[in-house]
């Protein structure tokens, strides 16, 4: 099960991952909470775990994160597809933030 929001919650039974990346912008963009399912799923079409979530929500949070703008919603739009494309393991490694417990 995932939940995306301020903290997105996602749970496989057995542990629960708390993910504090993104940006209130994402909120404000139409289509970011499709994005996020489609790369979870893609994630899913990988491997079939609770990391596989962890991952999708981390990359859109992430570059969420680096996309934001005070010029609108549409310079954001453009920076987060930008980003989703090249992000670099670096970018991501530094600005993660999420935390799993057992349950």
């Known amino acids: 099960i995932l939940a995306s929001g301020e903290t997105d919650i996602i ?3 057995e542990s629960i991952a708390y993910i504090h990346n993104g940006t209130p912008q ?8 499709c994005l996020l399912g489609a790369l979870c799923g893609c994630y899913l079409s ?4 609770i990391n596989s979530l962890i991952t999708g929500c981390v990359m859109v949070g992430v ?4 996309s934001e703008t005070e010029k609108g919603n549409g310079s954001f739009g ?3 597809m930008d980003y989703l ?5 670096t970018q991501i490694e530094n ?5 799993v417990k057992k349950l």
């Open 11 to 13: 749970t496989d039974g």
């Open 26 to 33: 994402l909120t404000q963009l139409t289509g970011t909470g």
């Open 46 to 49: 990988v491997e079939q775990s």
């Open 63 to 66: 570059c969420g994160q680096l």
């Open 78 to 80: 453009l920076n987060l």
């Open 85 to 89: 494309s090249v992000i670099s393991d």
């Open 95 to 99: 600005l993660l933030d999420f935390e």
